[in-house]
């Protein structure tokens, strides 16, 4: 029997019971501490599955660690519709849409533990470090739609960009949040960090300047 709370069936495919395995792996020891027999003992698989439909430990932990991420976006996206309130101001939105981003993290934390234990692997494994760089260059445009404060439509190289923004203010704030949650930023001081950037910039690209 697995250390794991019920294996996954065998009625399920090799592929699907590893994934869903290595998903469970990552909640309770994270990325770095999970080895391929625990994997073996959560789905009830063996050794040569994880080879024959991954190629690696590495790259299954991190397909699954990409899957739970898009489940984080999918959730996100729900609240965040759920939530829009559109006679609220752009900078009104943007607090109450970060807010809602930075409470999401509770829950994935694990996940994002290991998105960063991996990031470490990529260094060494050109299979991570490809399917992750892969996962971001996405990602770039998936946020760009999920934190839209935009008043019109924009070209992909736009979208591409404002994307890039939202990936590193995400990936900052979260660092600063898996650190020390309370003195973490919070959704009022990332607006209130736009309103000052915003008018310094205004004030720096005004004829006076």
Request: hydrophobic share 45%.
């Amino acid at each position: 029997m697995s250390r794991y709370t019920a294996p996954v069936t065998r009625r399920r495919g090799h592929r699907e019971a590893l994934l869903a395995a290595a998903k469970r792996c990552l909640y309770e020891q994270g990325y770095a501490r999970t080895t391929a027999r625990d994997l073996v003992a959560a789905s009830d698989t063996n050794l040569a599955s994880i080879g024959y439909h991954f190629g690696s430990k590495e790259a299954l932990l991190t397909e699954a660690m990409l899957s739970a991420i898009g489940e984080w976006g999918d959730a996100l996206e729900q609240v965040l519709a759920a939530g829009h309130d559109p006679a609220t101001s752009p900078i009104e939105r943007f607090e109450s849409t970060w807010t809602r981003v930075i409470e999401s993290f509770t829950a994935y934390r694990p996940v994002w533990v290991a998105s960063f234990e991996a990031l470490v692997q990529a260094e060494r494994s050109p299979e991570v470090r490809a399917a992750m760089a892969d996962a971001v260059e996405r990602a770039r445009v998936g946020l760009t739609g999920l934190f839209d404060q935009l008043a019109e439509p924009i070209d992909e190289h736009t979208a591409r960009t404002v994307g890039s923004f939202y990936q590193a203010l995400l990936s900052g704030v979260m660092v600063q949040w898996l650190l020390d949650p309370e003195r973490a930023p919070s959704g009022r001081d990332l607006a209130e960090a736009i309103r000052t950037i915003a008018r310094s910039v205004g004030s720096a690209s005004s004829p006076a300047a």
